[in-house]
């Protein structure tokens, strides 16, 4: 078995160990295959192997990459910061966006996702107290934003997505991840309608699955370091 194809079994057991111990539904965690700066040839290696959705953060590399790759039939993650330049490209070529954090952007990928296509989901960024980045909104705005993007006719408001501090203990990971999830919850008490934490890397991911992650974004355990 080449590397690649040992380290997505791995991550593949690892993701089924979790949902057993913190009591998750088998399969109720999704990997996205975090695939910047790796090449194209890595993804179709996954890709025949059965992994679907990749996870990408820079436009103009992922669209060569897509150009590449399109004999398969790939789900494409737009997981990076989206500044108002690049919504076109990413409504026109993405299934989701996962770090939407204003509402000028949500409308944007609105107003220029194609007919043809179905809404772009999307995640809210939050930004929980301690982040290094500055993009999210603040836990207090996620009810009224959400709200607001909701009405929006070709997105699709999915849930919530974080990229936490990474340097911290099992203990206080978890906390973290427990407040987003919480917010969540807080979302759903008026409708229920969202099904989406996007949270969890490499070096979090047992935290993230403990509370309640549906979608991991995987880079580095499963391509190696990036350089
Ligand atoms: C790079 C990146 C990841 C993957 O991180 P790893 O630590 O390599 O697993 C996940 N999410 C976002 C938003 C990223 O930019």
Redesign the pocket.
């Known amino acids: 078995m080449s590397d690649i194809a040992q380290r997505y079994q791995n991550i593949l057991a690892n993701i089924k160990q979790y949902e057993l111990k913190y009591n998750r539904d088998p399969g109720s965690v999704n990997l996205v295959a ?1 695939s ?1 700066t790796k090449p194209a040839g890595m993804i179709r290696e996954l890709a025949d192997l059965g992994q679907r959705a990749f ?1 990408e ?1 820079y436009l103009q590399e992922s669209r060569q990459k897509q150009h590449e790759l399109r004999d398969l039939d790939l789900e494409w993650h737009f ?2 910061h989206i500044q108002s330049n690049k919504t076109k490209d990413i409504a026109e070529n993405f299934s989701w966006a ?2 939407v954090d204003r509402i000028k952007i949500a409308r944007r990928l609105s107003d220029q996702r194609p007919a043809e296509l179905a809404p772009i989901n999307i995640c809210l960024q939050v930004n929980l107290e301690g982040e290094i980045s500055k993009s999210g909104v603040s836990p207090d705005e996620v009810v009224n934003i959400a709200n607001e993007i909701s009405t929006l006719p070709n997105i699709k408001l999915r849930g919530l997505m974080a ?1 936490p501090a ?1 340097d911290k203990p099992h203990d206080q990971q978890r906390q973290v991840f427990s407040v987003m999830k919480a917010l969540l919850d807080e979302l759903n008490a008026q409708t229920r309608a969202y099904d989406v934490l996007s949270m969890g ?3 979090d991911m047992e935290a993230a699955i403990a509370e309640g992650a549906t979608h991991i ?5 499963l391509f190696g370091p ?1 350089t």
């Open positions: 975090v910047k996870g953060n997981i990076g996962h770090g990229i990474p890397m490499t070096d974004r995987i880079g580095t355990a990036r």
